[in-house]
């Protein structure tokens, strides 16, 4: 287990630094990634698969983490996006058009329940290549 722990907040931090995020925010990601990581038990390939944007074959685990770390980060709350919290965070790595073209392409996306709207999110926001 402390393995799986280990290696959910290197993953973190290695998404942290693509995105050159202060030191602070690669902290508190890291954090959250460890939290969610240990709450939601996902595998060191499960982890290692999202964070290289393979989204085929997921589980129900993989999606919950997905929510946790969206929760966590303030993007998502009770199964609902936050566009302004996503707005004000996101602009800074990517530039507000970017940003707002992202939006209009993946807020309104719904799943069957709270674990797999934030992974549907997570993988649109991805694939558009915005840094969430």
């Known amino acids: ?25 690669k ?18 390939e499960q982890a290692i698969a999202l964070r290289d944007g393979k989204f085929e074959n997921v589980d129900e685990k993989v999606k919950c983490f997905a929510n946790c770390f ?20 996101l602009t800074i790595l ?8 992202v939006q209009a392409k993946c807020d309104s996306l719904k799943g069957e329940n709270n674990c797999d709207t934030a992974f549907k999110l997570y993988e649109c926001y991805h694939q558009n290549h915005a840094d969430i």
Not at 28 to 44: M, T
């Open 27 to 44: 902290q508190q990601a890291k954090v959250f990634a460890v939290a969610c990581g240990e709450q939601e038990g996902i595998s060191k």
């Open 70 to 89: 969206l929760e966590k980060a303030g993007f998502i709350v009770n199964g609902q996006i936050k566009p302004d919290v996503v707005l004000t965070k």
């Open 1 to 25: 287990m402390k393995f799986l722990i280990v290696l959910v907040a290197c993953v973190a931090l290695v998404a942290a630094e693509k995105l050159m995020l202060t030191e602070e925010q």
């Open 94 to 101: 990517d530039g507000l058009e970017k940003v707002k073209a």
